[in-house]
């Protein structure tokens, strides 16, 4: 079975008092494609996910890992 991906992209989002709306328009993608993410319903492309590293300002490995199984 393959890992599954969970984020922070809330908890950073929140932490700089910002709407969905404001980080979708930081990162050039839909306020729903956020709303997706942050509730692990979709898995952002590895170039989106580097926007997010470059707008947090921090490691993808701080925003992004796997699942843990067992």
Known sequence: MEAG???RVKELRAARG???EELA??????R???NSIERNRYVPSLALALTFA???ECGT???FELE???
Do not use: C, L, P, Y
């Open 18 to 20: 910002w709407t969905q």
């Open 54 to 56: 470059r707008v947090f």
């Open 25 to 30: 328009a930081a990162t050039g993608v839909s």
């Open 32 to 34: 729903q494609s956020i």
């Open 68 to 70: 843990k199984n067992g």
């Open 5 to 7: 991906v969970v984020n």
């Open 61 to 63: 490995d701080e925003i």
